[in-house]
């Protein structure tokens, strides 16, 4: 039978279309439809009948779409009963009105139906996820369904403006755990992401689904992930986790944005995750708790980029290679001697362009710009706009580096006093 190279239906138009054998009988009513998870993500496995014997399925490959608008088997030996194991997602089940991220738009939204695709001819006459339809199109279809003739229904809706997320940008969250299916998403998109968009996901989602996406997230991701969001979530992410779960995440934070964290959360929760850290990170961090939350120490972080005074740019060069901490936030390399005393601050811009047998108290600035650890939140501030700084050194009462104040902190600072 001849039919389009691809037609496209929605899943609303297809649930309760009759299914027939070759010779015309009734074998069943489509209930749902089986999508593969993972690397085969989108391709449908098979479609989910209704029996008079119970739920069945068969396979995508052996059903075909008629003239008449019913679906038709290849074999009757196709349909098979329904096993609860199988690894997948079911659109009806699983999908259709619940919360999605669209990967694409960096949001959370909510899946009204979906859009399927007939491709190919003949032998080849395949059912395709195309995309989920998250816009009033879809939420038409549901509400008249069944008010209206599947052809008059698709034909109006048809008429509405269309609002679709492909399947490729469609990443599913899966929260149910007394489930027998275990959906196995992928969640590496979510990780190439910036953080502040994960962030923001985090706080549209409700608590369950929240959980869900933040325990996908590696530890390296969570830990930036976590810096961006507030106090008040930061605690509700953390609340299911144990504590070794914790301090694994927490090692992978900024010193100071972990000492913030945990200077948040209750004393006896906070004590047994900096048990479970590792020695050195749990020592900055311990450290900089002992500074006021409102000081320019409370607020500085320990990870920074320095060498000695009679260093060369090469010198500099690998030292930010052997860097551990955010490359991004690396503005400037400081000179200490051996005392810690700071004694110069080279740009990565005067870096770059030197020659790697340049000494660096050559290219330093001739007065480096420091703040006492004491210094106040306000003051801080001041000192940021005034001089238009990237960042700051943080020093003690002999003029040794303790850290660097970094402007995010400050902008972050400005930002809750408005």
């Known amino acids: 039978m001849e039919t389009r190279s691809t037609a496209r239906v929605s899943l609303t138009a297809l649930l309760g279309t009759p ?45 075909m779409e008629t003239p008449a608008g019913t679906l038709e088997l290849r074999s009757a030996g196709a349909l098979v009963p329904l096993k609860d194991e199988e690894n997948y997602l079911y659109l009806q ?17 909510r899946a009204n139906d979906v859009d399927l695709e007939w491709m190919g001819k003949g032998a080849a006459h395949l059912l395709r996820v195309a995309e989920v339809e998250v816009g009033l199109r879809g939420a038409f279809r549901r509400i008249f369904k069944g008010m209206l003739p599947r052809a008059s229904l698709e034909s109006i809706s048809r008429k509405l403006k269309p609002s679709g997320i492909p399947w490729q940008f469609v990443d599913v969250i899966e929260v149910d755990p007394t489930r027998r299916v275990k959906l196995r998403i992928e969640y ?26 933040f325990t996908a997230l590696d530890e390296e991701v969570a830990a930036e992930t976590l810096e961006e ?3 008040r979530l930061q605690k509700a992410l953390l609340e299911k986790l144990d ?34 850290m590792e020695p050195e990170e749990r020592q900055e961090v311990e450290e900089l708790l002992e500074f006021p939350e409102n000081s320019a120490a409370g607020c500085m972080t320990t990870d920074f980029v320095h060498v000695s005074v009679d260093a060369t740019v090469a010198q500099a060069v690998q030292a930010l290679r052997n860097f551990d901490g955010d490359p991004e936030s690396v503005t400037e390399i400081y000179l200490l001697d051996d005392r810690g005393v700071l004694h110069g601050a080279v740009s990565l811009a005067r870096l770059v362009m030197a020659q790697p047998d340049t000494l660096l108290n050559v290219l330093a600035e001739s007065r480096v710009l420091s703040c006492p650890a004491d210094l106040k939140q306000n003051d801080l501030a001041e000192l940021f706009d005034k001089y238009n700084l990237h960042s700051l050194p943080v020093v003690d009462d002999q ?10 902190h400050v902008i972050s600072f400005l930002r809750e006093r408005i």
């Open 93 to 109: 089940r699983d999908l259709v009105d619940r919360q999605i991220i669209d990967i694409h738009g960096r949001k959370v939204v």
């Open 19 to 63: 299914v027939t054998d070759a010779q015309g009988h009734l074998r069943g009513k489509l209930k749902d439809i089986a999508v593969a998870t993972g690397p085969d993500g989108g391709k449908v496995a098979g479609l989910v009948l209704k029996t008079r014997a119970g739920l069945s399925i068969v396979p995508s490959q052996d059903v």
């Open 188 to 213: 590496e998109r979510l990780a190439e992401m910036h953080p502040s968009d994960l962030a923001e996901i985090l706080e549209d989602l409700a608590p369950a689904e929240r959980e869900a996406v």
């Open 243 to 276: 504590e070794e779960k914790i301090a694994d995440i927490v090692e992978e934070m900024d010193p100071g944005a972990a000492a913030d964290l945990l200077a948040e959360l209750p004393e006896d929760q906070s004590d047994a995750i900096l048990e479970e």
């Open 229 to 231: 969001v507030e106090p």
């Open 399 to 408: 003029n040794r580096m303790a850290g660097v104040v970094q402007a995010d």
